[in-house]
């Protein structure tokens, strides 16, 4: 799982029955300073209602044909970090 922000949306008028209906996210994942990562940007199927400047916790997992393509999922909306120093 990766840590990341919601940074825009993605907006397709063609896809797959197995994402009809689902809201596609631009995130891109943050370093251990909360600070955006460039170049670790990934779309990212929404499907707990997240919107644009949220934090997220999102997952990898093989969709579609399972053998070729790995898709990524938004599974929670993260309202603080705590972390040791």
Same mark, same amino acid.
């Given at each position: 799982m990766i840590l990341a922000?919601? #940074?825009g949306h993605v907006v397709a008028t063609q896809k797959c029955a197995e994402l009809r209906g689902s809201n596609? &996210? &631009?995130? #891109?994942a943050l370093d251990d300073d909360e600070? &955006?990562?460039?170049?670790?940007t990934w779309v990212a199927v929404d499907s707990v209602g997240a919107g644009v400047h949220d934090i997220v916790l999102a997952e990898a997992y093989f969709a579609l044909n399972k053998d070729r393509y790995k898709a990524m999922s938004v599974v929670a909306i993260v309202?603080?970090?705590?972390r040791d120093r």
């Open positions: 922000k919601v #940074t596609l &996210l &631009l995130i #891109t600070q &955006l990562m460039k170049d670790k309202e603080k970090v705590f």
